[in-house]
């Protein structure tokens, strides 16, 4: 079984930034990524990037956010700069795994971007 902890969420004002980070246990994931929710809308994919490094972006964030990853310590970020307000929601890590296939989840971060 695959455990994520998320970190970095917070409050921050319209313009800031923020750093996610996601730690997973185990090892041998193919894509890892971020997605989010914000209240009565449905979860949605923010950014994700493969094991060899390409990278996937929502329209929304491209040019605002960066995500990397660590593959030597199964991490992975998610660097959000000019946030916006309509970035507000939980934020979510998803990782999959190489061999089978399976996405775990994680619990989940709250983001606040709001003056």
């Known amino acids: 079984q695959v455990q994520l902890v998320e970190s970095g969420g917070g409050l921050v004002q319209p313009g800031g930034s923020l750093r996610l980070s996601c730690a997973a246990s185990?090892?041998?994931?193919?894509?890892m990524g971020w997605y989010r929710q914000a209240p009565g809308k449905q979860r949605e994919l923010v950014a994700a990037?493969?094991?060899?490094?390409?990278?996937n972006y929502a329209d929304s964030v491209k040019g605002r956010f960066t995500i990397s990853r660590d593959n030597a310590k199964n991490m992975v970020y998610m660097q959000m700069n000019s946030l916006k307000p309509e970035d507000t929601a939980v934020y979510f890590c998803?990782?999959?795994?190489?061999?089978?296939?399976?996405?775990?989840w994680g619990q989940g971060t709250q983001v606040t971007v709001s003056s």
């Open positions: 998803n990782v999959q795994r190489q061999a089978t296939g399976t996405r775990y």
């Open positions: 185990g090892s041998d994931f193919s894509t």
């Open positions: 990037i493969t094991r060899g490094g390409s990278t």
